[in-house]
């Protein structure tokens, strides 16, 4: 069964930081594997999706890295801005799964201060 | 824009009643699925389905059950409510494509149900 971890936890820095947001998986017989946003009691919004034979994805200010061999993607976010503030999921989806069930990992919680 | 809804958005019920939570999308989306939330345990898969009439458990499928009669509706069922299914319910759906490309899955708004 497919794993997700999320480090760190929470994470607390001050407005223009770049940050990385770090998500590591343990099989790497994965499909693709997806960023989400999720504001404080709403539903996941989705950020970027890296498909398995693709290294990384850019939207805007965000750049999603894929280190199939390794387990491991990367969020990183340019100057950071306090919009910006809400927790982060990534969740993979594996070869195991023909119907493209989602494992996720617990998030990360940003907070940007002005 | 997929277009993900969720019947309501917060729901307060009784201990032992029977509860409906709704999902609709408008994608033509063959896959839909049903998370809940819980601080401190992540999303967990409750029920997921493929097709009209289709379902496959999830990781907690005890004390619900779903139905699929229409491919844009997805409905989850508490069959006897109780305190501890106080949660925050997604539904979610996304294209089943035989491939690597796509499957990326669309969520709603969620509903955030509590149990007295």
């Known amino acids: 069964k497919q794993e997700v971890t999320q480090i760190p936890a929470a994470l607390s820095v001050p407005e223009g930081e770049n940050l990385v947001l770090n998500c590591s998986f343990t099989?790497?017989?994965?499909?693709?594997l997806q960023w989400f946003r999720q504001d404080p009691g709403k539903g996941l919004t989705s950020l970027l999706l890296?498909?398995?034979?693709?290294r990384e994805q850019t939207s805007g200010r965000l750049n999603a890295s894929l280190d199939k061999s390794s387990g491991r993607s990367t969020l990183y976010i340019a100057a950071s801005q306090p919009g910006d503030s809400a927790t982060y999921l990534c969740?993979?989806?594996?070869?195991?799964?023909?119907?493209?069930?989602?494992?996720f990992g617990r998030g990360t919680q940003l907070t940007v201060w002005p | 824009d997929v277009k993900v809804t969720q019947s309501s958005r917060y729901l307060v019920k009784r201990t032992g009643e029977k509860v409906f939570l709704e999902c609709v999308q408008d994608?033509?989306?063959?896959?839909m699925f049903w998370y809940r939330q819980d601080p401190g345990l992540g999303l967990r898969l409750i029920y997921f389905?493929?097709?009209?009439?289709?379902?496959e458990k999830g990781d907690i499928p005890e004390g619900y059950s779903v139905s699929r009669e229409k491919k844009e509706r997805f409905s989850l069922i508490l069959e006897s409510a109780s305190t501890n299914q106080t949660s925050m319910y997604l539904c979610?759906?996304?294209?089943?494509?035989?491939?690597?490309?796509?499957?990326?899955?669309?969520f709603g708004p969620g509903t955030r149900l509590t149990v007295t």
């Open positions: 389905s493929y097709d009209v009439k289709m379902k």
């Open positions: 994608m033509d989306h063959e896959n």
């Open positions: 890296i498909q398995s034979s693709q």
């Open positions: 099989d790497s017989a994965i499909y693709n």
């Open positions: 979610a759906s996304s294209l089943r494509v035989i491939s690597e490309v796509g499957r990326e899955q669309y």
């Open positions: 969740a993979a989806v594996d070869r195991g799964s023909t119907l493209g069930r989602l494992y």
